[in-house]
T-cell receptor, first 114, second 112 residues
Framework: DTAVSQTPKYLVTQMGNDKSIKCEQNLGHDTMYWYKQDSKKFLKIMFSYNNKELIINETVPNRFSPKSPDKAHLNLHINSLELGDSAVYFC?????????????FGAGSRLTVL | QQQVKQSPQSLIVQKGGISIINCAYENTAFDYFPWYQQFPGKGPALLIAIRPDVSEKKEGRFTISFNNSAKQFSLHIMDSQPGDSATYFCAARDNQGGKLIFGQGTELSVKP
């Protein structure tokens, strides 16, 4: 009965590979997000979708491509992985638009690029 | 460009003591200020939040103090417990686009 679930929890891969992280929420929320947490624990928003429409697209390399097949799912695909992509990626969701007050985060997906 | 500055980076408090974490911002377009708590291996979770028209909000042992003119806000944890040991993030919502911008985080350790 996990509210926001991400898979995989851990991902170890080589530079240059392509990988995907999947996210699903069962809260009925309209808006979903991807945040990146670096090694110093700094949290930065990457993308946000509202009802499958891209709302926020921060200055993120175009190697990162989000996809939202429906409002309960938001996936993140990363091409040509680089060492600097190593981080914990958090999916989150909220009710209503990006103006919603409460974000519910998943447990994170730790990506390690070797 | 860091729009929300949080301090200290780490904090050690004895059980029963008061933990105080401070945040400062520059952008006057912020309209909502939440605090999130993150335990190791977990995602952040909303702890308490305040709007700029209120100077203080208390929920149990957690209190936010807000100073709009100084553009500062702080989290006070009274009677700190070892179970409070976690990383705390202040945040501010930008009313120009709705983005939530986080501070750098404070790692709190409460010693028994």
């Amino acid at each position: 009965d996990t509210a926001v679930s991400q898979t995989p929890k851990y991902l170890v891969t080589q530079m240059g590979n392509d990988k995907s992280i999947k996210c699903e929420q069962n809260l009925g929320h309209d808006t979903m997000y991807w945040y990146k947490q670096d090694s110093k624990k700094f949290l930065k928003i990457m993308f946000s979708y509202n009802n499958k429409e891209l709302i926020i697209n921060e200055t993120v390399p175009n190697r990162f491509s989000p996809k939202s097949p429906d409002k309960a799912h938001l996936n993140l695909h990363i091409n040509s992985l680089e060492l600097g992509d190593s981080a914990v990626y958090f999916c989150a969701s909220s009710q209503g638009s990006v103006w919603a007050n409460v974000l519910t985060f998943g447990a994170g997906s730790r990506l390690t690029v070797l | 460009q860091q729009q929300v500055k949080q301090s200290p980076q780490s904090l050690i408090v004895q059980k029963g003591g008061i933990s105080i974490i401070n945040c400062a911002y520059e952008n006057t377009a912020f309209d909502y200020f939440p605090w999130y708590q993150q335990f190791p291996g977990k995602g952040p979770a909303l702890l308490i939040a305040i709007r700029p028209d209120v100077s203080e909000k208390k929920e149990g042992r957690f209190t936010i103090s807000f100073n709009n003119s100084a553009k500062q806000f702080s989290l006070h944890i009274m009677d700190s417990q070892p179970g409070d040991s976690a990383t705390y993030f202040c945040a501010a919502r930008d009313n120009q686009g709705g983005k939530l911008i986080f501070g750098q985080g404070t790692e709190l350790s409460v010693k028994p």
